[in-house]
């Protein structure tokens, strides 16, 4: 089992720049597959980024690539998204997950089997 706990958000102008951070417990952070996902205020929860174990393969949003990188460092269990160029529309409560699926990475949601407990980004216009 992993514990994720997420940092990083907060307000930031249009235009600006954000680095989340995701911490994770355990000893076997290498072997769960991360994702970032996001849920604005009445909608539903949606696909930000995900990376493989060994951070190898990255997937993203086809609407945010360019302005997105996930990374990750295994030996400080601790996923990373930085995120560029962030508009009004980027304003959400930020998640990260882990899966222990088999695969590289997922897009779902419902494959990941544990989730912190989100961090918040406004984007001012």
């Known amino acids: 089992q992993v514990q994720l706990v997420e940092s990083g958000g907060g307000l930031v102008q249009a235009g600006g720049s954000l680095r989340l951070s995701c911490a994770a417990s355990?000893?076997?952070?290498?072997?769960?597959?991360l994702g970032w996902f996001r849920q604005a205020p009445g909608k539903e929860r949606e696909f930000v980024a995900s990376?493989?174990?060994?951070?190898?393969?990255?997937d993203y949003a086809d609407s945010r690539k360019g302005r997105l990188t996930v990374s990750r460092d295994n030996a400080k269990n601790t996923v990373y998204l930085q995120m560029n160029n962030l508009q009004p529309e980027d304003t959400a409560v930020y998640y990260c997950?882990?899966?222990?699926?088999?695969?590289?990475?997922?897009?779902?949601?419902?494959?990941?089997?544990?989730w912190g407990q989100g961090t918040q980004v406004t984007v001012s216009s």
């Open positions: 997950a882990a899966s222990d699926d088999p695969g590289l990475s997922f897009r779902t949601a419902s494959q990941y089997d544990y």
């Open positions: 355990g000893h076997t952070f290498s072997s769960y597959v």
């Open positions: 990376i493989s174990r060994i951070g190898g393969y990255t």
